[in-house]
C-alpha cells in the first residue's frame, strides 16, 4: 500500500503562486509515476503534470510554462509550483501515484485526500 499526503492548498488572489506538496509512504520503492490532477465541480479529474522515477516530465497544455512539477527522492516528497495563477485554476488538487503490477501492463493507481486550491479574481 501507498499512502499520499497533500498539503500547501489555500485561497489566493489571481496572478499569485501557491505550492502543493505531496509526501509518500509506504510501499514506495516500486512506484514508478507521481504526478498532479484536479477536478473542478461538475468536471471529470484532469492530469497536470506528471514526472517518472527517471525525470522524465509531462505537462498539460493549460498548464505548461506556469506549473513546475518537481521530486525529492530522499523525502518521497512531489512537489507542484503553481505560477500566475487563474481564477479557472480553482479546484481540488490530488496527488497520484502509480505502480506496475508485476507481470502485466496494468498499473495500481493511488490518490491523496486532495487540497482545495481557490483563486480569486
Known amino acids: 500500500q501507498v499512502q499520499l499526503v497533500e498539503s500547501g492548498g489555500g485561497l489566493v488572489q489571481a496572478g499569485g503562486s501557491l505550492r502543493l506538496s505531496c509526501a509518500a509512504s509506504g510501499s514506495i520503492f516500486s512506484i514508478n509515476t507521481m504526478g498532479w490532477y484536479r477536478q473542478a465541480p461538475g468536471k471529470q479529474r484532469d492530469l497536470l503534470a506528471r514526472i517518472t522515477s527517471g525525470g522524465n516530465i509531462n505537462y498539460a497544455d493549460s498548464v505548461k510554462g506556469r506549473f513546475t512539477i518537481s521530486r525529492d527522492n530522499a523525502k518521497n516528497t512531489v512537489y507542484l509550483q503553481m505560477n500566475s495563477l487563474k481564477p479557472e485554476d480553482t479546484a481540488v488538487y490530488y496527488c497520484?501515484?502509480?505502480?506496475?503490477?508485476?507481470?502485466?501492463?496494468?498499473?495500481?493507481?493511488?490518490w491523496g485526500q486532495g487540497t482545495q486550491v481557490t483563486v480569486s479574481s
Open positions: 497520484n501515484a502509480k505502480r506496475p503490477i508485476p507481470g502485466s501492463n496494468a498499473v495500481h493507481d493511488y
